[in-house]
């Protein structure tokens, strides 16, 4: 069966520092990756994905993830956090097989908070 | 503009009395699927649906109906709500079996007094 963790439920960072956010998964073939940010009061926004291909990923708002098969990990960087960057971030997979649905596993989720 | 709609944002309801979440999409989406979020427990799927009139359960059905008649809706239907119904619900959509992600609706925080 397929998982995900999410090392810290809780992560702070001064503004313009470097923000890491830790997620590994565990499946029996690569699935596909993704990470969501979660503002308050607010649905699920995807940040970026991995499916296949190039494995450092690049999405929205200056964020990027890179996919390493031996480690199982998929970690969410961003070289300079902003104070807007405040949020709960989700890691999640999604198997390959057909019925499934696209079933999306989700981690436990990581609040990021940005000090000044 | 692609979205995902869900009608009501915010419900209080009594123990018992049947309610139903509305979901719509936009996108021409096959794949829909209901989930609840809970502190601590994260996101788990209700129900899942990848075409019209396919349905299945998720992690957490009991307690949860769903129809797809339609391909842009894909409603929730508590037909006695309890407390533990307490939660706040996510409606998404993919286009493809959730390979491209899915793009998730504003959220109904549900009340169950």
């Known amino acids: 069966a397929q998982s995900v963790t999410q090392l810290g439920s809780h992560v702070s960072v001064s503004e313009g520092a470097l923000v890491l956010l830790r997620c590994n998964y565990s499946?029996?073939?690569?699935?596909?990756l993704f990470w969501y940010v979660q503002y308050p009061n607010q649905g699920l926004q995807l940040l970026l994905k991995?499916?296949?291909?190039?494995?450092l990923v690049k999405g929205i708002n200056g964020f990027e993830a890179e996919f390493k098969k031996s480690e199982t990990s998929f970690h969410l960087t961003k070289p300079s956090a902003h104070m807007s960057d405040a949020a709960e971030y989700f890691c999640?997979?999604?198997?390959?097989?057909?019925?499934?649905?696209?079933?999306?596993?989700f981690g436990q989720g990581t609040e990021l908070s940005v000090k000044p | 503009e692609a979205q995902v709609t869900q009608n009501p944002r915010y419900l209080i309801t009594v123990t018992g009395k049947k309610l139903t979440v509305t979901c719509s999409q936009n996108?021409?989406?096959?794949?829909m699927s209901w989930y609840r979020q809970d502190p601590g427990l994260g996101l788990r799927q209700i129900y899942y649906?990848?075409?019209?009139?396919?349905?299945d359960k998720g992690d957490v059905p009991e307690g949860y109906k769903v129809s797809r008649k339609e391909k842009r809706n894909f409603p929730l239907i508590l037909e006695s709500p309890s407390p533990n119904q307490t939660s706040l619900y996510f409606c998404?959509?993919?286009?493809?079996?959730?390979?491209?992600?899915?793009?998730f609706g504003s959220g109904t925080r549900l009340t169950v007094v």
């Open positions: 998404a959509s993919s286009l493809n079996r959730g390979q491209y992600g899915y793009t």
């Open positions: 999640a997979v999604s198997g390959k097989i057909y019925n499934q649905g696209g079933k999306l596993i």
């Open positions: 996108m021409n989406h096959e794949y």
């Open positions: 649906s990848m075409n019209v009139e396919v349905t």
């Open positions: 991995y499916t296949t291909g190039a494995t």
């Open positions: 499946s029996s073939v690569p699935p596909y």
